[in-house]
């Protein structure tokens, strides 16, 4: 009991010690390293990477099926009763028409043998390979594309965690900088040159600034939380982004240029173009399985007989029987099965057509929609900036004239509260910007 017990605890040591350790790991990261991070950590592009060497291995097992098998074996038989075989009666003397039962044989046989075959034609085996490589690269394009979409979800995640770091710098200097006029109206107060009212207004708003400074604060927490999930990190790691969203380009898209686009940069087309290749080829497949099939074979066995337990002795002889021979099947009527088979390739078939034109339909109607909003969140973000900058200078203002003695204490806390207001409205248009624009370079094959 004492050792289960001494068990448990050094599991529990060294399981606390590993989350130790895990936890005091840091990272600094660019938006490129953290992608790169997740391309080798997060679980999905992992199993995508297996999903791609298990199709490897697909084409292995069918290229094996063409190639010499070999097979090995050894029996051993004790008959408890040995059969018995009736022969005519007339043998030994007998009355034609009867007969006499006689055993033959020993009650212990053995036989080892050594077989293999070769194919040598087969049109649904060659076509079966061809459609195999088709396989692995419709695995290694899944695996591309779930690559895409890992490094599009990190972007977003880590985008958004820089718009919430900056949202609480600006945040921290919208208090500061009312806290510097409550503590200056406090002064005014005393020397009765303000009313009680004006500090009880400023109060008012300095304590709303440090409650929108709490959530932004759990949200930058949460964002941070959400990012390392998707780059396939421990949430207990420490990471510091080292990008800054003044590195962030959002260009104007012209709507002209997209209008000759090629299918071939989506992913997804390519993935239902080699699903279509691989319909055409189980077509082919079935119609040519009316052919023959023909391979060669050939074995050597021995045999041993014992009427004692020593088969295994070689002090008696082993008989061998060898041989080689060729098979040739043709099938010719199969129960209607195979037209069965041949038709639901056909359908098969029309279905991946009729998904290449599906496919092609989207792609048109997601390209020329992640136009329309990145230009649309490209004007609301100019338009934000130049409202925070207005806002910016009526606070500046508005602080100026109420240092002065002529502003108003209401002026000063309107003017903050639209600034606060003017800062959340151009987090928000950045955020839909970014993703607008990375949702553009999905939609036009430029997201690698």
């Known amino acids: 009991m004492k050792k289960v017990i001494l068990f448990i605890g050094f599991l529990i040591t060294l399981s606390s010690f590993a989350q130790t350790k895990d936890s005091s790991t840091s990272y600094s990261f660019s938006i490129t390293q953290a992608i790169d991070f997740a391309m080798k950590n997060q ?32 029996d051993v038989k004790d008959f408890i009763e040995i059969p018995t075989t009736l022969l005519p009666a007339e043998f030994v003397g007998g009355p034609p028409g009867s007969f006499i039962p006689v055993k033959f044989g020993t009650q212990y046989n053995g036989t080892a043998s050594l077989e293999g075959s070769q194919l040598l034609f087969n049109a649904e085996y060659f076509l ?186 070689m002090g008696y002889g082993w008989y ?12 010719i009527f199969t129960g209607l099965q195979r037209n069965a088979k041949n038709q639901q390739a056909k359908l098969s078939l029309l279905k991946a057509e009729n998904n290449m034109d599906f496919i092609k339909k989207s792609i048109d109607l997601e390209l020329a929609s992640s136009v329309t909003t990145l230009q649309n969140a490209s004007l609301s973000l ?16 508005t602080k100026l004239k109420y240092e002065q003695g002529v502003g108003s204490n209401m002026e000063m806390i309107t003017a903050e509260t639209a600034l606060k207001e003017a800062q959340t409205n151009y987090f928000n248009a950045l955020f839909d910007a970014i993703v607008a624009k990375t949702d553009f370079d999905k939609a036009t094959g430029n997201f690698k």
């Open 320 to 331: 061998p029987t060898a041989l080689i021979g060729g098979t040739i099947r043709m099938p």
């Open 43 to 74: 679980k999905d592009v992992k199993n995508a990477i297996i999903d791609e060497s298990l199709a490897l291995e697909k084409v292995h097992e069918t290229r094996a099926i063409g190639l010499p098998q070999i097979n090995s074996s050894f």
């Open 128 to 313: 079966g390979l061809k459609a195999s490589k088709v396989y692995r690269e419709l695995s290694a394009r899944a695996t591309e594309r779930t690559k895409i979409e890992t490094a599009a979800t990190v972007t977003k995640a880590y985008y958004t965690v820089l718009i919430s770091q900056e949202r609480m710098k600006l945040m921290d200097a919208n208090i500061a900088r009312v806290k510097k006029v409550m503590e200056d109206t406090k002064v005014l107060l005393n020397n009765g040159l303000v009313e009680k009212l004006d500090l009880d207004r400023l109060t008012v708003t300095y304590n709303n600034l440090l409650v929108e400074q709490e959530k932004i604060q759990r949200l930058l927490d949460l964002g941070t939380h959400l990012l390392k999930f998707q780059m396939g990190m421990n949430i207990n790691t420490a990471l510091t982004l080292t990008d800054k969203l003044e590195g962030v380009k959002l260009d104007i898209v012209n709507v002209a240029s997209t209008d000759k686009f090629d299918y071939a940069k989506r992913v997804e087309y390519n993935l239902f173009e080699t699903q279509y290749r691989m319909a055409k080829l189980d077509l082919k497949r079935q119609q040519r399985s009316y052919l023959p099939t023909a391979l060669a074979y050939g074995s050597l066995s021995g045999n041993a007989y014992r009427n004692t337990f020593s088969i295994f002795s």
């Open 382 to 397: 100019d338009n934000q900036k130049k409202n925070i900058a207005i806002a910016e200078d009526v606070v500046r203002v």
